[in-house]
């Protein structure tokens, strides 16, 4: 979809340079919103120029303002995951993650608040709409163009899969997780998820090499994983009363 005719010569470059930071960040969220209306999109500039300042509340107000121009379903998307952006600067986390689900609803393909939702769902064990999450996170990011493409995110969104996976005793769909982040920059520590996963599947070998590879990776967390697949692998871990 081509950008809508904003008359940036007439606005001026300060317009301009805004709208194209603006679009970095949140292109895949803010490139689709009111593409029929430029003024609202200067409107929207506006807003976020304040959001980046953490000028909340003059933010929040502009945001409003804009509400009554939402006509279509990417219009309304954008418009609540900015009020969640609103919130999420302010420190009020529950209302954050409340706005962005309200936005993943509607529907759209910007992977950064679906991550958010993502990593707060797994912290919360609430591992099936972490791992949906997550699906949908890696599905927006193999959307983008191989320039725009994070693949360090790419990476710890596959791993992070993983680990919920095998929290879910689905074993064999955690590997294939696993196996697809190899193909990006690893995470700090990613191996542990291995160590977990191969422990999980009886298979103590595989356990120990990603225990070894931890050692050189995070070695603050080398006695935790080691303990925690040692009981996995005896079968006295709770979460796991026997290896399978």
């Known amino acids: 979809m081509s950008d809508p005719p904003i008359d940036f010569e007439s606005a001026g470059f300060a317009l301009q340079h805004s709208w194209e930071t603006h679009r970095q960040a949140f292109g895949p969220i803010l490139e689709p919103a009111f593409t029929e209306n430029p003024e609202v999109r200067i ?34 998307a954008a418009w609540t995951f900015f009020v969640g952006l609103c919130f999420e600067m302010a420190g009020a986390k529950a209302q954050m993650l409340a706005w962005y689900e309200k936005a993943g609803k509607i529907g759209h393909r910007f992977y950064l608040p679906y991550l ?7 912290t919360a064990a609430q591992l099936e709409k972490a791992k949906k999450y997550y699906e949908i996170v890696i599905d927006c990011l193999l959307e983008m ?73 995070l070695p603050a967390l080398v006695a935790q994983i080691q303990e925690i697949t040692r009981q996995i692998l005896s079968g006295t871990h709770p979460d796991f009363p026997t290896a399978e």
């Open 145 to 217: 163009s191989e320039n725009d493409k994070e693949e360090i995110i790419l990476g710890s969104a596959y791993t992070n899969l993983a680990s919920c996976l095998t929290m879910l005793h689905r074993y064999a769909e955690a590997e294939a997780a696993w196996n697809a982040a190899q193909r990006y920059p690893a995470q700090p520590g990613a191996s542990a998820t291995a160590a977990i996963l191969y422990a999980a599947m009886g298979d103590a070998d595989k356990a120990a090499m990603y225990v070894e590879r931890l050692k050189t990776e």
């Open 43 to 76: 409107m929207l500039i506006n807003a976020l120029n304040h959001i980046s300042r953490r000028e909340i509340r003059r933010g929040m107000e502009c945001l409003k303002e804009i509400h009554p121009f939402c006509v279509y379903d990417e219009d309304m």
């Open 116 to 122: 958010k939702l993502a990593k707060a769902a797994h």
